[in-house]
């Protein structure tokens, strides 16, 4: 069965970073295409960043560009999203999912496997 738990959530002042990790299991984790989501209060679902199986390639939503990287350690079975120079416009729930395939990576619905999200909130 996989698992999916997002960690690193809080509340953080507006210019100030948090790093958010996923612990992954039940699946082959090096092989797996993991992407970052976010959704606020009413919005929908919005992609975040994604990273390659190897970690070899990362893909970035243009709006976080500069700001949020992400990265993975396939030996402890681990995503992570450092997020930097955090607006008030960041707040929202963030999930991490794996990509099943067959659709955009920014699509969700080529999303599988959901964490139950781990909440960032920034202040103003």
């Known amino acids: 069965q996989v698992h999916l738990v997002e960690s690193g959530g809080g509340l953080v002042q507006a210019g100030g970073s948090l790093r958010l990790s996923c612990a992954a299991s039940?699946?082959?984790?090096?092989?797996?295409?993991m992407g970052w989501f976010r959704q606020a209060p009413g919005k929908e679902r919005q992609f975040v960043a994604g990273?390659?199986?190897?970690?070899?390639?990362?893909y970035d939503a243009d709006s976080m560009k500069g700001r949020f990287t992400i990265s993975r350690d396939n030996a402890k079975n681990t995503v992570y999203l450092q997020m930097n120079s955090l607006k008030p416009e960041d707040t929202a729930v963030y999930y991490c999912?794996?990509?099943?395939?067959?659709?955009?990576?920014?699509?969700?619905?080529?999303?599988?496997?959901w964490g139950q999200g781990t909440q960032v909130t920034v202040s103003s």
């Open positions: 990273i390659s199986g190897s970690g070899g390639s990362t």
């Open positions: 999912a794996a990509y099943s395939g067959g659709r955009r990576l920014s699509y969700p619905s080529a999303y599988n496997y």
């Open positions: 039940g699946l082959t984790f090096s092989s797996v295409f």
